[in-house]
């Protein structure tokens, strides 16, 4: 699981709520990754990070804020979450020299 | 941008092979992976090919690339029930690009 957790694992909130989604890593990868995962659309991604206090969007990156203040942790913000936001979350990190994604479990958030 | 496609599903009888098929428009790319994703789950790498590569060979899982046509694929020798799951390619260009999934139904 190249040691990868995300928190929580389930959440449902309610809309206009904020939420905060964690990501946490064992190994110092420098690159991680946040994607959405809906029915009919694989994964996309949301936004990454290259490393401490470097972020960028992603293909859908609207309604998303992240930030990273360690190594270790990468975080994915619902500013103001709306029902289009319910979906599974999961969290990469990049390893090895062929560019290869690691993923974490996933976080299923369902917005109401 | 890039644009990766695969069928929905593919059922096939356990001992059989499975051939998993997925289509890239994209011919820049460096490496292209196989993820397998069980219910519930995350997405594990299976396999990867780097692109001067036509064929890749791992236990059971043989990938083909052929450039030309823009195709890779994923055959999984004498097929388990164990191997019902969704299964992902995934390119490699400047961002990972995801497609849509291919469904494994394994029946005895």
Known sequence: ?112 | GEDVEQSLFLSVREGDSSVINCTYTDSSSTYLYWYKQEPGAGLQLLTYIFSNMDMKQDQRLTVLLNKKDKHLSLRIADTQTGDSAIYFCAVNTDKLIFGTGTRLQVFP
């Open chain 1, 1 to 112: 699981d190249a040691g990868i957790t995300q928190s929580p694992r389930h959440k449902v909130t309610e809309t206009g709520t904020p939420v905060t989604l964690r990501c946490h890593q064992t190994e110092n990868h420098r690159y991680m990754y946040w994607y959405r995962q809906d029915p009919g659309h694989g994964l996309r991604l949301i936004h990454y990070s290259y490393g401490v206090k470097d972020t960028d969007k992603g293909e859908v990156s609207d309604g998303y804020s992240v930030s990273r203040s360690k190594t270790e942790d990468f975080l994915l913000t619902l500013e103001s979450a709306t029902s289009s936001q319910t979906s599974v979350y999961f969290c990469a990190i990049m390893a090895g020299g062929t560019d290869t994604q690691y993923f974490g479990p996933g976080t299923r958030l369902t917005v109401l």
